[in-house]
């Protein structure tokens, strides 16, 4: 079964087809769909060609603006990560260099983040693919530590759950249906589009191993206020004695707030976070491929999580969910973090946010939009029309496209559902000039978007000569009785809302 679905773009149904260039090096045709292993070997160039060429109608990285995933490193770094393509990070005692490399970026992390290790202690954690195996590892402790603390209380451990607001990224509902926990989720409200600690406190019971708090909201970007959950979790634990934690899933923010908004307490400051993620190929500016989980300390990793392997030589502890993977992805964000340090994440992290500023800014000058997003949080600018047609979004990103821009549009989820924003991702490498050419584009999209919608259908205005005797009747239609002479037609233009939008601030739309 092949799980994804691609766009077919309306091909001819032909099978098989000879590129342009492959036509140099071979004669015979190539098939189109190649879901057969081809019986025959063709060169190296042209195997390169063609594939290079089916690449081209992917779209470009560098527009995607959906993603809050890397699209830009330094030539030097991308140097450092093909010498290290063929290094399988699996093979720690091989390659022991990588290995000391990872366990660098790991106590980067965690003092990053404020973990209470002294300058001798190692932090705990490990490296990842992503956040999302990063918040399955952290979920699985949760579960186990508190499937143990049960079972030493002679209590029922079978119905564990966890609270999460119901904004959360779709990992955890992964986590939650794989792992066999119950997802409870605080709903959203009008103009509020993240967790309620107090009602996520509410919801907290015996059986909650955790509640899962959002430093930079997937849809909106905004940062959850961690603090209040942790003071109002403290109180109820002191009233029930239960000790329910707190996890961060800091994937989009984590490289954010410790440089934009140091004084903002979210992390191992607040004594209930006992573990955070971060992916690094978001802010933490490596390419897609690595993401991070510290936990505050040992006792937070139930330690029969953790395999001992020693047939790749001496003896090494892992904890992950798969085996293999390559190196490069861990190289890179040492890389990054040696070459830009704190002061290089910081100014990335402003010139980002600045950038967001400028296209809020220039979004609402249209006067068409509502913006969502918060100043505050992920350098992200989420809109949604004013006007409550909730097609608008969905065509607007459609034509946006054309230009090869990828701005995603999408309903919130419950109860809020009646929102559809579209959402701008600004990276590193959305700068100041296409921040411009971006919003240039969008004042295109929506003159023609509003050239469809809205203008009435064109008017035919008929000038006509009566004969002798004849009135200016008409079949009821409109349409001028057949007999009647038209001497000119004269269509208005459909175009005339477009002017609108260009100078107008308010109320166009
Ligand atoms: C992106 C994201 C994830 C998933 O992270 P990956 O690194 O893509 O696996 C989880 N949570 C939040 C809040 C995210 O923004």
């Known amino acids: ?38 019986e025959k070997s063709i060169s190296k160039d042209a195997a390169y060609q063609i594939i290079h060429d089916e690449l081209l109608l992917d779209s470009s990285p560098r527009l995607n603006l959906a993603s809050f995933v890397t699209t830009w490193m330094e030539p030097e770094c991308d140097k450092l990560m093909l010498e290290a393509i063929n290094k399988n990070y699996a093979d720690m005692d091989e390659y022991p260099v990588t ?52 079972k030493s209380q002679g209590k029922p451990y079978d119905k564990p759950n ?52 959002i430093l930079g909201s997937t849809l909106t970007g905004e940062f959850e206020d961690i603090k209040l959950l942790n003071d109002l979790l403290t109180q109820k634990n002191k009233r029930t004695g239960w000790e329910t934690p707190i996890h961060v899933d800091a994937a989009s923010g984590g490289f954010i707030a410790p440089f934009l908004y140091p004084e903002l307490e979210w992390d191992f400051r607040l004594p209930l976070v006992k573990s955070i993620n971060v992916s690094g190929h978001k802010y933490g500016l490596v390419y897609a491929g690595v993401g991070w989980v510290v936990w505050r300390n040992k006792e937070d990793l139930p330690e ?40 290089g994440y910081k100014n990335v992290m402003k010139n980002c946010t600045e950038s967001a500023r400028i296209l809020r800014e220039g979004l609402m000058q249209t006067g068409c939009f509502d913006i969502v997003s918060k100043e505050t949080g992920v350098p992200l600018v989420a809109f949604s029309f004013r006007e409550g047609n909730k097609s608008l979004a969905f065509k607007l990103s459609k034509i946006l496209r054309r230009f090869g821009w990828i ?14 924003v579209l959402r701008v991702v600004v990276r590193e490498d959305f700068g100041r000039t296409m921040v411009d050419k971006f919003l240039s584009h969008v004042k295109v999209a929506l003159s023609e978007l509003y050239s469809v919608v809205e203008a009435p259908l064109p008017t035919i205005r008929y000038t006509i000569e009566l004969r002798p005797g004849e009135t200016a009747e008409d079949d009821g239609c409109g349409v001028p009785l057949p007999e009647v002479v038209v001497l000119k037609q004269e269509v208005e ?3 005339k809302h477009i002017h609108l939008v260009g100078g107008k601030t308010k109320g166009v739309c």
């Open 407 to 420: 701005v995603p549009a999408y309903t919130l989820p419950a109860d809020v559902e009646h929102m559809t």
């Open 493 to 495: 233009p459909v175009n």
């Open 99 to 150: 290995t000391e490399i990872q366990n660098r970026c790991v106590n980067i992390i965690a003092r990053l983040f404020n973990a209470p290790v002294n300058e001798k202690e190692t932090a705990v954690g490990v490296g990842t693919v992503g956040s999302s195996e990063a918040i399955m590892l952290a979920g699985l402790a949760f579960k186990r530590k508190w499937q143990n603390k049960r």
């Open 304 to 343: 029969e999580l953790i395999f001992h392997i020693n047939y790749l030589g001496a003896d090494q502890p892992t904890f992950t969910l798969n085996f293999s993977k390559g190196s490069s992805q861990i190289i890179a964000q040492y890389y990054q973090f040696l070459r830009l340090g704190q002061e």
């Open 162 to 213: 966890i609270v999460t607001g119901a904004n959360v990224q779709v990992c955890w509902e992964k986590f939650a249906r794989y792992f066999e926990v119950e997802i409870k989720e605080v709903k959203l409200r009008d103009g509020f589009y993240v967790m309620d600690p107090v009602k996520a406190v509410e919801m907290v019971d015996e059986c909650t191993i955790c509640v899962a708090a």
């Open 1 to 38: 079964m092949v799980l994804t679905v691609v766009q077919q773009l309306g091909e001819e149904d032909s099978s098989f087809v000879s590129p342009v260039f492959a036509s140099r090096y071979v004669q015979d045709p190539v098939p189109r769909h190649a879901y057969v292993l081809p």
